[in-house]
């Protein structure tokens, strides 16, 4: 897995079975590499640019596709599984519109992922499930979120309801019902995840990302630009949504760079990313009894702290103490995708992603 | 199947038998599609301004598939056969570069085919067959030409040497020595095709292409740009070689615009296009007895006098008389290539394209 965070690469190494529609899965192993920095800083250019020559694309798909192959010779060689029987490879979203829109006289909706499943597989010598988006989309879907498969799966209650809260970029939701049907399961997109927290600690303060909270902790929040953000309509539109860095970008927030102080912008941008959430829970995704928190933004205490100050009502877990590391959440959900793939199972839900029918998500290469 | 003329979309409905490595086919249909006029000139311009933005290129993606599958569904309907097995989809190159450069601290050789699989599957609800290049590429091999595996087994002949030429975009040749086994098979690009005389008739004539050679017939071979051309490295660069429209494309010819009459350059282009057959069979396939002409550049009665006149020795046939349409040899390759993947029959030629290894091309979308 590698989010639109652009923070490297992800990998899980994970043992499934099923038995009679009941699925369970064994963490062998779970590490982070780093993208070069090369290829990093490229990729950050194209995607705020929007643009690349044909040339950069065609040799970056491969580049980048290279690095994630070499990321998994290391994470074989670390954990000394060498009997891989396939990658599931989500590839690097470099657009994601899935909103109908006249393009050559049609309408069109897409999804754009850099990598290629076929030249990993054949480097790999494996099997590689890959474009896992595309078919949902096809089918009128917003092609996302697609880990609610695994949330439905994994982390569905009999007692209690329960939210699947991911903080990666984006942050989403699943809410899982007590006891619900996978088609009362209902998924999407909030708004920002850490993606806005993480431009203004990159272009104010020059540091990656905000550890902890550090910085927004020192700042107050500025009622301007706080109000302004909160009147996207992304925020309160109706599930099933979902987004990326076409919305969530730094031209939301430059314009404020310099007008106020720079604790004060990363506070304000933090305490919107927590409203964000807040509000869609409030709107789409309640009464809940217990809320699993995953990816990169389950380590930033200063957004946990300020969920559990505005939920006062529901149980707020770090879903690490459940057994998944929450880095690993996402690597995770495709290896089962991948592993679902292989047999045929359906693996979207038409109930969250708006697509007219479910379909087993995903191509196999190298079989 | 789309080549680089960007002419449209060529389908063939054919029906595969194989026993014991012997292959047959029957050609059921086959036709040609234009594309729309807003999508061929929007591929014209990312192709020749060699760069785009990323929403154009995510939604041009599915907008060139949505021709491709709606082509293919107007061939059902004309030519009666509902029951497609599966489709096999080349995609429309946008770049080919199978040379490794330096790249993000990478040595990196790449292809990249615009075009979805998995969405033309998902609207088809058929198996599609595609991206047969990267794995080659992968294997370090050129991941072209593809077609001389469909040579191999359906012309080579017990008692002749024969060359089958495809004259499309690119010219191409496969060398197939009297029942040579298939690691003695010899292809390779040989320079232009019909793309530098198609350009000379767009930007010089404001028509499509050159008919017949009809223009061209009017001028005289101007020796200052012949001699010029002749130079390029490419024609006399030993095969495995392959080339697109990155070295011949319009900035080979324009510098020559409005200095000679505009009769002169097509002549001495198509001049030149004849050369670098003649040239490429010549160095590296001869002696030959007969040649199988195929692709747009057999309709030319200009070219193919041109050849009759430079190679007396050999016959010289349109592969329309061995019953296959020239139109549609392409087309009929990529289906055979299709039928192959879904047997797992390994299908480059590692003589042809360089590869370290044999290995089935393509990916299943839809299974």
């Not at 590490?31 to 640019?49: A, E, M, T, V």
């Not at 599931?88 to 290629?116: D, I, M, R, Y």
């Not at 103490?321 to 292989?342: H, M, Q, V, W």
């Amino acid at each position: 897995m590698t989010g639109t965070s652009l923070d490297g690469i992800d990998i899980a190494i994970c043992k499934f079975n099923s038995f009679q529609n009941k699925y369970n899965f064994e963490l062998i192993w779970q590490g982070h590499f780093c993208f070069s920095n090369q290829l990093r800083s490229l990729l950050l250019d194209i995607i705020s640019n929007k643009s690349t020559d044909l040339k950069t694309l065609s040799q970056l798909n491969i580049a980048y596709t290279n690095e994630i192959a070499n990321a998994i010779e290391q994470a074989k060689i670390k954990s000394g599984i060498s009997n891989i029987e396939a990658v599931g490879f989500h590839g690097q979203t470099l657009w994601h519109n899935p909103q109908k829109e006249a393009f050559c006289g049609q309408s069109v909706a897409s999804t754009f992922q850099l990598g290629s499943g076929t030249h990993l597989s054949t480097v790999l010598n494996t099997k590689v499930v890959y474009d896992f988006r595309t078919s949902d989309i096809a089918l009128g879907g917003q092609g996302a979120p697609l880990v609610p498969f695994f949330d439905y799966h994994f982390l569905k209650s009999d007692n209690e309801n329960v939210i699947a809260l991911n903080i990666g970029g984006i942050s989403n939701i699943t809410f899982l019902p007590k006891n619900c049907s996978a088609d009362a399961v209902i998924a999407f997109d909030c708004g920002p995840g850490n993606c806005l927290i993480d431009i203004c600690a990159q272009k104010l303060f020059g540091v990656d990302f905000d550890e902890n909270g550090a910085l927004a902790s020192q700042g107050e929040i500025v009622p301007e630009i706080f109000d302004e953000l909160i009147t996207i309509n992304f925020i309160r539109q109706k599930p099933p949504k979902s987004t990326g860095k076409e919305l969530f970008n730094v031209s939301l927030t430059q314009k404020f760079f310099g007008k106020y102080s720079k604790y004060d912008i990363i506070r304000t941008v933090a305490e919107f990313t927590v409203y964000a959430i807040v509000e869609n829970i409030r709107l789409y995704a309640n009464p809940v009894d217990k809320i699993v928190v995953s990816g990169g933004g389950a380590k930033n205490s200063y957004i946990l702290s300020a969920l559990r100050k505005q939920i006062e009502s529901s149980e707020i877990v770090i879903i690490d103490e459940l057994g998944i590391p929450s880095g690993a959440k996402e690597a995770i959900a495709f290896a089962f995708l991948a592993y679902c793939k292989l047999l045929g199972i359906a693996t979207n839900l038409p109930s969250v992603t708006g697509a007219s029918k479910s379909i087993s998500l995903g191509v196999v290469a190298g079989y």
